[in-house]
Nanobody, 123 residues
Framework: QVQLVESGGGLVQAGGSLRLSCAAS????????MGWFRQAPGKEREFVAT????????YYADSMKGRFTISRDNAKNTVYLQMNSLKPEDTAVYYC????????????????WGQGTQVTVSA
């Protein structure tokens, strides 16, 4: 079992930056693939980025490449999402997710989810 708690969301102006954190409980965190997703009002949950347990591989949605960076610190049981050059269309609730085996963009394949953190980007 893995429990996930996101933090770091907030209100930021367009062009600004935020760093989201996702703290995980459970001794097996270091063996899990981790992902970030987001969901805007009235829209489906959207893939943002994912990272393997070793951090050797990362994968981003095309619209986030070059602006967002996913990373993890297994000693701290934490995964991060650094978001730069934020745009109003990045406004959403951001969720982290964990899975023991899946490395990809399909949210239905992730077993564990956090409660989400709101990110609002003003124009």
């Amino acid at each position: 079992q893995v429990q996930l708690v996101e933090s770091g969301g907030g209100l930021v102006q367009a062009g600004g930056s935020l760093r989201l954190s996702c703290a995980a409980s459970g001794r097996t965190f270091s063996s899990y693939c981790m992902g970030w997703f987001r969901q805007a009002p009235g829209k489906e949950r959207e893939f943002v980025a994912t990272i393997t347990w070793s951090a050797r591989r990362t994968y981003y949605a095309d619209s986030m490449k070059g602006r967002f960076t996913i990373s993890r610190d297994n000693a701290k049981n934490t995964v991060y999402l650094q978001m730069n050059s934020l745009k109003p269309e990045d406004t959403a609730v951001y969720y982290c997710a964990a899975d023991p085996a899946y490395f990809g963009s399909n949210p239905q394949e992730f077993d564990y989810w956090g409660q989400g953190t709101q990110v609002t980007v003003s124009a």
